[in-house]
């Protein structure tokens, strides 16, 4: 164990890196949650689909990073709303059985129809920016590592405005605050469901795009993710954006600094512990719960 | 075409006194006449109050009427179109829009967003004309804001405009989605007990506030308890009892009709003093 100043810096900015990350999957699980009332457990599945579509768009690229994650983006929010016109716009409000037992069973599928497709083994992705990165002192964070957070700090402050001014997110919102008074003044539900979902999906393919460099891409990264990302979304107080973005960061600080410092095997037990521990303190999480609340 | 579009088509352009037409309505819970036979019109730009004791049918009328339930059988007509079995969403695009007993407004939004949110779904800007913040897009903004303002002076609530309407009193917020409701310029607004828990000594400002509204043209069928205020209010009183309709007419001829008299237990006068 070490109390080197650089060395918990460096794990530091791994932390909030890969929170940044875990928080777009998050962010997207609290959306549907707050417009759809539903859990959608198919989400890692599709965030696994944006990392292979990366993994597939890059060499056609010519190993350019940008058009492939726009490709994996578009990728994740086609699957999205193909999902959404399929199965979720057939689900009644308060079938929420229903929906878990639909959504299980698509990331089921899905996870293992990849597995046949590509194989389970896993996929080391390379860019253009190779692991190249960027040094301050002694102090080294890959270009892959820094573009993923800075996407994911733009498309959050992205989101923000589209909730906070746009006609297309207030009704989002208005949904998820109070159903009745938006079904009352005309907001009609299916389209901003269907907007969530993508809007949703989208955001995890960016997940999936900016991890598939980072880390190996296999089938079965989704899952191992989504459950992180249930802690979150009820760490950060169901429903809160912020609070789920700010879990997200310390979820992600905490594994680094755990893996730093401590045996790597209590690496992904932290989180289960911290939501635990949160759950017993503050039942409600540790930000106000709120229907989409974003600030 | 839209809701109030297709509804107008369906209307056929036919010139028709009452606004709303509610025929034959009936609605079982589990064996339970809620609602057995239940007819009335609403005539356009009247105050037409929707009467009657606990479990006599009001509230599932009315969320019959509005699509917040299905019904068993009945048909209602708004402008001569047929609204009957059609989705919340799509009756209040077509033009009948409601408030409800317990007060709906999204408390973090200010009070121009809560008005905003309901004048947005109508105007005929897309998200396209809102991304390049088009020509049509601004007008639909600037025509919305006025008459966010307008309906805020009337509700005399111009002070809080910009501020979150969970600070504002259970009144206030009621009269929030009286004007959320009258956004779009509906046909006609339903009222669920308008007045129900607000100060006794706030419920004459609403009164002001629906008189100044109808005399603008604003057409109202209110739901309410206190029979008093129902009486100042109206020019037509439907009583129900039981699920039926038990009477209608004047406020003064429903204040001396004895059998509604009897449907409040022979005790309403108390009653009305009570809620007054």
């Known amino acids: ?295 | 075409m839209d809701a109030r579009a297709e509804a107008d088509a369906d209307a056929g352009g036919t010139a028709v006194s009452a606004v709303l037409e509610v025929r034959d309505l009936h609605k079982a819970y589990a064996g339970v006449r809620a609602v057995d036979g239940v007819s009335f019109d609403v005539q356009a730009g009247s105050i037409t109050g929707l009467i009657g004791p606990n479990g006599s049918g009001k509230s599932t009328t009315i969320d019959g009427i509005s699509g917040f339930q299905p019904l068993d059988s009945g048909t209602v007509r708004l402008g001569g179109a047929d609204i009957t079995g059609m989705a919340s969403h799509r009756i209040a695009r077509a033009g009948l829009m409601r408030t409800f007993q317990t007060v709906r407004v999204y408390e973090r939004l200010s009070l121009r967003e809560n008005l905003m949110i309901a004048a947005q779904q109508f105007d005929a800007a897309g998200w396209i004309d809102e991304l390049l913040r088009t020509k049509r897009y601004r007008g639909a903004i600037a025509a919305g804001e006025a008459r966010a303002r307008e309906l805020t002076r009337m509700i005399g609530l111009m002070k809080y405009w910009e501020a979150p309407t969970g600070i504002l009193s259970y009144g206030q917020k009621k009269l929030v989605a009286l004007a959320a409701a009258l956004m779009p310029k509906p046909r006609i607004v339903v009222l669920d007990e308008p007045v129900a828990g607000v100060n006794p000594t706030r419920i004459r400002e609403v009164e002001e506030v629906l008189q100044t509204l109808n005399a603008a043209g604003e057409t109202f069928l209110i739901v309410e308890h206190n029979v008093e205020f129902i009486t100042t209010l109206c020019h037509h009183v439907i009583v129900l009892d039981q699920g039926r309709k038990l009477s209608e007419g004047s406020a003064e001829a429903i204040h001396a009709d004895a059998r509604v008299l009897e449907a409040y237990l022979g005790v309403a006068p108390e009653l009305e003093e009570a809620e007054a």
């Open chain 1, 1 to 295: 164990m070490s109390a080197d100043p650089i060395y918990l810096l460096q794990l530091t900015l791994n932390g909030v890196t890969l929170g940044l990350l875990y928080a777009l999957i998050a962010v997207g699980l609290a959306l549907i949650f707050g417009v759809l009332e539903i859990i959608n457990f198919a989400h890692g599945e599709l965030l696994m689909v944006g990392a292979y579509a990366m993994a597939f768009a890059l060499p056609a690229f010519g190993l350019l990073y940008w058009p492939a994650l726009v490709v994996a983006v578009l990728a994740s929010a086609i699957a999205g709303w193909v999902l959404y016109e399929l199965f979720l716009s057939k689900l009644k409000l308060g079938e929420l059985e229903r929906s878990i037992l639909i959504t299980l069973a698509l990331s089921i599928i899905i996870l293992h129809v990849v597995q046949l497709l590509f194989t389970a083994s896993p996929r080391i992705v390379d860019t253009q920016f190779g692991f190249e990165g960027v040094e301050i002192g002694a102090i080294r964070i890959t270009w892959t590592r820094v573009i993923g957070a800075g996407s994911a700090a733009v498309a959050f402050a992205l989101l923000f405005l589209v909730l906070k001014f746009t006609q297309f997110g207030r009704a989002m919102r208005a949904i998820a605050q109070n159903r009745e008074a938006a079904l009352m003044v005309g907001i009609r539900p299916k389209t901003v469901a269907r907007n969530a979902v993508v809007l949703a999906t989208a955001l995890c393919g960016l997940a999936g795009a900016a991890l598939a460099p980072v880390h190996l891409v296999q089938p079965g990264m989704g899952q191992f993710l989504i459950f992180k990302a249930f802690a979150l979304v009820i760490i950060g107080g169901l429903g809160n954006i912020p609070g789920a973005i700010a879990a997200a960061i310390l979820l992600g600080l905490v594994e680094s600094w755990v893996g730093g410092f401590f045996q790597i095997v209590w690496q992904e037990a932290a989180v289960f512990v911290l939501m635990m521990g949160v759950l017993f303190l503050r039942p409600d999480g540790l930000f106000k719960r709120g229907a989409m609340r974003v600030g």
